[in-house]
């Protein structure tokens, strides 16, 4: 009996000593930090610190029969070797059954404002794709342009630097990582194309399952919180595609990428905004398309706006959020050689709903979703959303 007590007692000593504080779960935009960042700052004078993020959601198209869903389970790990070096990892269980590695890299603080950076990492380009926990956003699905523009989850394996500049309030990320996968052979003397008109670059992310490597890609983002209540962002993505050894000769195997994106958000009382532009421009998609016989586009764009009031007196610690969120994104944005625009890639949600903050770490949402395209005679279903968040 006395060494159950004691196992339970030291179980309880670890749980309580290896959370990430929960007051650092902020919506000051300014103060607002991601789960990695979490994990790095919270856990000073302790080896393990642990922690996760999870959202169970409910789609209902019009017409159609809804889904109920385990979206995603995050758990989150980090160990401190000492004051300098730290390592991190997220494992994600997708819809209960899918298994991946979302983050593992070990950051080592080399100076005050210098921390250097490798492994797998999520590329700093956008909102969504560094602050994707379910507290931290709007809307019970992620934004339209973070799936089909930017796109979420983005992580490839890289080294680089980061840091911040409190006397200038500037924020710094810079990265050499592995880049999309274009093309590889089919086996049977032809070539399969993984980047694609409907969804951009989405299926050409390698998520460091034995990736190809073929020329490195450079990202880079600043940050400038210095006015109250305000957080710019200003993002670069540069490089080429990467293609398998027996492809990546023949013409069209890789594409040229350049990617820029700016992003804001603003706090101020009961009121919060945010929104961001994203555009890519791809080459020898003409090319590329000859050589898989896909619709790639040449150009990618994508944008929103959003406004949100908290219907609940400032002095509560719940918050109750009404929003809007007004989104377009094409990509199809341009297209190259005899490729014609397909109107049914010009896409635009409205989002309308409710987030309803019960305590820092829990979130229940709904909220309605118009949905159209340019395509005459379009058919996009709208759809009604619930969902549950939560992270700690």
Request: hydrophobic share 35%.
């Amino acid at each position: 009996m006395k060494n159950k007590l004691t196992l339970l007692l030291l179980t309880i000593t670890f749980i309580g000593f290896a959370q990430t504080r929960q007051d650092s779960i902020q919506l000051d935009p300014q103060k607002q930090i991601n789960a990695a960042q979490r994990i790095l700052s919270g856990n000073s004078g302790k080896a393990v610190t642990v922690g996760a993020y999870g959202e169970m959601l409910y789609n209902q198209p019009e017409g159609d029969n809804g889904e109920l869903d385990v979206q995603r389970l995050v758990l989150l790990f980090g160990y401190r070797f000492n004051d300098q070096i730290q390592f991190v990892t997220e494992v994600e269980f997708e819809h209960v059954e899918e298994v991946f590695i979302e983050q593992a890299f070990v950051n080592y603080n080399v100076a005050d404002n210098v921390n250097l950076r490798g492994g797998l990492m999520l590329v700093p380009m956008g909102l969504i794709n560094e602050f994707h926990e379910p507290t931290t956003f709007n809307g019970t699905e992620r934004p339209a342009v973070d799936n089909a523009i930017v796109p979420t989850t983005w992580r490839e394996l890289g080294i680089g630097v980061n840091g911040r500049f409190d006397n200038i309030s500037l924020g710094y990320q810079a990265y050499i990582f592995n880049g999309f996968k274009s093309t590889e052979s089919d086996g049977e003397g032809g070539v399969n194309g993984f980047l694609k008109g409907s969804n951009g670059l989405r299926s050409g992310r390698q998520k460091a399952i034995q990736s190809t490597v073929d020329s490195p890609t450079f990202s880079a983002k600043l940050d400038y919180y210095g006015l109250p209540g305000l957080r710019l962002g200003l993002s670069g993505y540069f490089g080429q595609t990467q293609a398998e050894d027996d492809v990546e000769d023949l013409d069209g195997a890789n594409v040229g990428i350049s990617m820029v994106g700016f992003d804001a958000r603003y706090a101020y009382q009961r009121f919060t905004a945010r929104g961001q532009f994203i555009y890519a421009s791809l080459s020898d998609t003409d090319d590329y398309n000859s050589l898989t016989g896909r619709d790639l586009g040449s150009a990618l764009m994508g944008w929103y706006v959003e406004g949100a009031f908290n219907l609940l007196p400032m002095m509560n610690k719940q918050k109750l959020f009404a929003f809007a969120r007004y989104e377009q994104y094409d990509t199809h944005a341009s297209t190259a050689g005899s490729l014609q625009r397909n109107d049914a890639y010009n896409r635009t949600d409205i989002t309308t709903g409710l987030s309803y903050h019960i305590t820092p770490g829990v979130v229940l949402k709904g909220d309605y979703q118009l949905r159209d395209n340019a395509l005459s005679g379009g058919d996009v279903k709208n759809r009604l959303n619930f969902g549950i968040g939560v992270w700690f």
